[in-house]
């Protein structure tokens, strides 16, 4: 069974410019996860999707991050326009639906770095 | 609000020494407890769970009872190898979230020949 997977892996920009990652979550998995795990720190929840539909934006500064999950399969996440605080690793995780009992699995992450 | 604390790292020890790496919570409900792994250039990969007061989770020769009197899931190993060093996160989820993890700040293991 394919894992969850992400792109680019790695990826530099200067800061005020703009960036987006694709994740492509398992085959069947309804619900999908966006992190954010800044250096020295635990992931921390951005955005989730219960197919094609926002569950949870909370933690999500919607005045330059957002994110879409056409179709209920594929997701982006987009940074316009990115700060230095934004360097991180964004993770992507994907589960079946459920609340308690699922367990999430990760893609490999894209490493952020805004200079 | 739900929080986890791990102790802080790095936890450095010898090949086959006794590990413990300590976690802790605050939670409102009945959280489901979590250890994730992940190894150098890798994503999480969940290590073990427990779901309710005094289960024990384990795999791969580590373990973590869940312990609600001291709303504690401390990770242990009898014997640790080269390969066990990555870093380690404790987490939590309750049905109150819409299952999303929170996670503590994690705790790096490097094990020396």
């Known amino acids: 069974e394919a894992g969850v997977a992400q792109s680019p892996r790695y990826k530099i920009i200067e800061k005020r410019q703009s960036v987006a990652f694709w994740c492509n979550p398992i085959s069947g998995h309804a619900t999908l996860y966006w992190y954010q795990q800044i250096l020295g720190q635990g992931p921390k929840l951005l955005i989730q999707?219960?197919?094609?539909?926002?569950?949870?934006d909370s933690q999500l500064p919607k005045d330059r991050f957002s994110a879409e999950r056409l179709k209920g399969v594929d997701s982006t996440l987009k940074i316009q326009p990115a700060k230095l605080e934004d360097s991180a690793v964004y993770l992507c995780?994907?589960?079946?639906?459920?609340?308690?009992?699922?367990?999430?699995?990760f893609g490999p992450g894209t490493r952020l770095t805004v200079l | 609000g739900n929080s986890v604390t791990q102790m802080e790292g790095p936890v450095t020890l010898s090949e086959e020494a006794f590990l413990t790496i300590n976690c802790t919570y605050t939670a409102t409900g009945y959280p489901s407890l979590f250890w994730y792994v992940q190894y150098p250039g890798e994503g999480l990969q969940l290590l073990l769970k427990a779901t309710k007061a005094d289960d024990k989770g384990s795999n791969k020769g580590f373990e973590a009872t869940y312990r609600k009197e001291t709303t504690s899931f401390h990770l242990e190993k009898g014997s640790v190898q080269v390969s066990d060093s990555a870093v380690y996160f404790c987490?939590?989820?309750?049905?109150?979230?819409?299952?999303?993890?929170?996670f503590g700040q994690g705790t790096t293991l490097q094990v020396k020949p």
């Open positions: 999707f219960q197919n094609n539909g926002v569950v949870d």
């Open positions: 987490a939590l989820r309750t049905l109150s979230n819409t299952g999303k993890l929170i």
């Open positions: 995780a994907s589960s079946t639906p459920g609340l308690a009992l699922n367990t999430q699995y």
